[in-house]
Nanobody
Framework: QVQLVESGGGLVQAGGSLRLSCAAS????????MGWYRQAPGKQRELVAT???????NYADYVKGRSTISRDNAKNTVYLQMNSLKLEDTAVYYC??????????????WGQGTQVTVSS
């Protein structure tokens, strides 16, 4: 079983910055790609950014240039640095990890989410 625990969300003024963290724990051999998604009230969950085990990144257009995803493989942790935050960035942010478990299967695990609220 794999657990993902996010932290770092909160209330920030427009133009400000936040750094989200997500640590994976449990019984697994390795973590493949990791990523961040978000879900605003009344909207579907959408991709924010992903990062492979080798460090290749991919960003949604609406955060490109304002956000940086990174990971520390030794700590099984992924980060999302968000700058120049906008009101429309308000959402619950979810961490996800594609994990090769000790049961020798590959699963997509999700965290419980962390709230990011951007105020004017």
């Amino acid at each position: 079983q794999v657990q993902l625990v996010e932290s770092g969300g909160g209330l920030v003024q427009a133009g400000g910055s936040l750094r989200l963290s997500c640590a994976a724990s449990g019984n697994f051999f390795s973590i493949n790609h990791m990523g961040w998604y978000r879900q605003a009230p009344g909207k579907q969950r959408e991709l924010v950014a992903t990062i492979t085990s080798g460090g290749s990144t991919n960003y949604a257009d609406y955060v490109k240039g304002r956000s940086t995803i990174s990971r520390d493989n030794a700590k099984n942790t992924v980060y999302l640095q968000m700058n120049s935050l906008k009101l429309e960035d308000t959402a619950v942010y979810y961490c996800t990890a594609n994990v090769y478990t000790i049961a020798r299967n590959v699963v997509d695990s999700w965290g419980q989410g962390t709230q990011v609220t951007v105020s004017s």
